[in-house]
């Protein structure tokens, strides 16, 4: 005798005997199939896992949807007045107003930066201490290999703010008119050069120079890049390789000379004065970039909400307005290059102050 399901269907298709006139389920149960019920079971299954995986992602989550809560620091760890600092200003302005929260500037100069630096690689890593650094932050470690933190390991990088030239400047009294009249007179020794630091990014430039060009020269460093434009427009110290964003200005009064920019290219700021590499001098370029950190262990949420509102601010008009004079070109990485990229030139200026031969006391 034929069977039948109890809801029909061909018998030829019965996996199992199943007794004739004996329902699978008792009346008043759902009829649901053993396929269904195992589809029911692995969607609840997957459900609760993924609720499982998200669980610890919440507070953070929930930390980036209500920060800030509170004042934010930005440390500078240069002077007033310097590149980094001008720079910086124009950035947290108007982050400080899409974030709903004021954003105090502190300046700690000296060491090269090392001194705000370490400041902000030993505070909370809550998102409400940050740093506004550049390229110096790389150099830290070659100057001091007992640095109290790692430019890189200590650090998680949010968004660079662009890249600035360095430019070769003097004084009108050192009736110097061409780079290559620097360099030749350098190279009858008895020259000094300004940078705002040791390990500064205007260290770092002049060294490159002075390399290619196979000159020597004595360092003076202080603690800002005015303090060393001061010295420079005096006379007292010969020449400098500086941030375009503080020697414009001096440059526009016909206060300081500029002999070439220290980038690939021209610089737009100044598109009459030619660079060093076209000038001959090989490997003489140093790219000054400027941008935005926080201590490593700030949670990932928090990094990002960070990069994107300071994104939005750097495609300001009014900020873009104010970048364009001085030079600074975009330079758009996201946190995990631009962390590649610190570890890359931490590495490179190592191995630049072996070549150079540099000593720290």
């Not at 004996?22 to 993924?50: C, K, Y």
């Not at 600092?85 to 700690?108: A, K």
């Not at 100069?109 to 370490?118: D, K, T």
């Not at 660079?160 to 350098?186: Q, R």
Request: glycine share 8%; aromatic share 6%; proline share 9%.
């Amino acid at each position: 005798m034929k069977c039948r399901f109890p809801t029909g269907g061909d018998p030829r298709y019965v996996r199992r005997p199943v007794p004739c006139d004996v329902p699978t389920h008792r009346p008043g149960d759902n009829p649901i199939t053993a396929r269904e019920e195992t589809m029911t079971n692995r969607r609840q299954f997957l459900h609760l896992a993924a609720g499982a995986l998200a669980a610890p992602a919440l507070p953070g989550l929930a930390a980036a949807q209500a920060y800030p809560s509170r004042t934010v620091r930005a440390v500078v760890p240069f002077g007033a007045g310097s590149t980094i600092d001008i720079v910086g200003r124009i950035v947290m302005d108007p982050l400080s107003r899409l974030l709903g929260q004021t954003i105090v500037i502190e300046n700690r100069g000296g060491a090269g930066g090392s001194i705000g630096s370490a400041m902000v690689a030993k505070a909370e890593p809550d998102g409400y201490t940050l740093l506004i650094n550049a390229s110096a932050h790389s150099s830290a470690l070659a100057v001091n290999p007992k640095l109290s933190y790692h430019p890189a390991d200590d650090f998680a990088g949010v968004i660079p703010f662009g890249t600035v030239p360095n430019v070769a400047l003097v004084a009108p009294s050192k009736g110097i008119k061409s780079l290559k009249e620097l360099v030749d007179k350098a190279k009858g020794g008895g020259l000094s050069y300004a940078s705002a630091g040791m390990g500064s990014a205007t260290h770092w430039a002049a060294e490159r120079l002075r390399l290619s060009a196979g000159f020597s020269a004595t360092h003076v460093p202080f603690r800002s890049g005015p303090d060393a434009l001061t010295e420079v427009m005096t006379g007292r110290v010969d020449f400098t390789l500086m941030g375009m964003s503080s020697a414009l200005p001096f440059i526009q009064d016909k206060k300081l000379v500029p002999l070439a920019v220290s980038t690939v290219k021209r610089s737009s700021a100044l598109p009459d004065i030619p660079t060093s590499l076209e000038l001959g001098f090989a490997n003489s370029d140093y790219s000054f970039w400027m941008g935005l950190l926080v201590a490593k262990k700030t949670p990932p949420a928090i990094v990002e909400k960070l990069r994107v509102e300071t994104e939005r601010v750097l495609k300001l008009p009014e900020v873009q307005s104010k970048f364009k004079p001085q030079g600074i070109e975009p330079m758009p990485l996201t946190p995990a290059q631009f962390d590649a990229l610190i570890k890359k030139e931490v590495d490179a200026n190592i191995a630049l102050v072996k070549a150079a031969g540099l000593k720290f006391n």
